[in-house]
């Protein structure tokens, strides 16, 4: 397996370490970003570069793809000009961005005319998980083509085969679903501890290990309380998510109101501006929200 050529399309909070991993655990990697400089930093990591997104893909066995949105994957990859025009017949085509079930769909349909496999295996863990190989990977397509990629997803983290395609992008919604709920319940609990005079650190502290303790409660507890908000996952991205999620919600004829507020609170913080925190600087938003109310400040400044 190690002799499978690999193109890594976007080389961003995700990307890159991924791209890195593959490198060094053996692969043949070539990177391609809109950002040059980018995939650059990534050749002390043995990924090598490509100047155009076609001479990346070109040759290669496996095309990754870790773009931010649908749209965006569409751009790239559909069309006489795109990714999957210059993929070969045979190869693979593995999109683990983050986009909508029915871009999944179509972005398999259009591989699979070109006798291309196609995968929807977008990733759960973060930055922190890109870094460190502990990715949880939700995979759709053809169970096949996933065992025959399980050398490549294991230096990524752990894949799961959940369905057809499609079945991943909608896999990871309900996991964006969960954590976007979970980090704002977080910053509504360690905002009530700091504003009836507990430590929001102390507090952490004492509830890890017990029902309420979570990698997000850990991680973006964490953060809340150091107000570090450098972004592991941008909250525009997280907005896109839920946003994205609450449509086909709809669309199944479904009703989901605990994620509509949710999704109104992150895009709140958006619309003030914070759309490239963290994530877990929704709690600066509640903050904003219960200005005047006490002593609502939960983050060092």
Known sequence: MNDTTIAVIGTGIMGAPMAGRLAEAGFKVTAW????????????????????????????????????????CETLLMGEDGVIAAMRPGSTLLVMSSIPVETAVALSKAASARQIAGLDAPVSGGEKGARDGTLAIMAGGDAAVVDRLRPLFSCLGRVTHVGPSGSGALTKLANQL???????????????????????????????????????????????VEGNFQPGGPAKYQVKDTSTALGFARSRGLTLPVSEEVDRLFQAMVNHGDGELDHSGVILELQRMNAGGGNSACCKS
């Open 178 to 224: 969960i954590v976007a709920s979970t980090i704002c319940a977080v910053a509504e609990a360690l905002t009530l501890a700091q504003s009836g005079g507990a430590d929001p650190a102390r507090v952490r502290e004492a509830l890890l290990g017990g029902f309420a303790d979570s990698t997000v409660f850990r991680q973006h507890g964490l953060r809340m």
């Open 33 to 72: 970003n809109r950002t040059p400089d980018k995939a650059a930093a990534l050749h002390d990591r043995g990924v090598a570069t490509a100047g155009t997104v076609v001479e990346a893909v070109e040759d290669a066995d496996v095309v990754i793809c870790m773009l931010s949105s649908g749209p965006v």
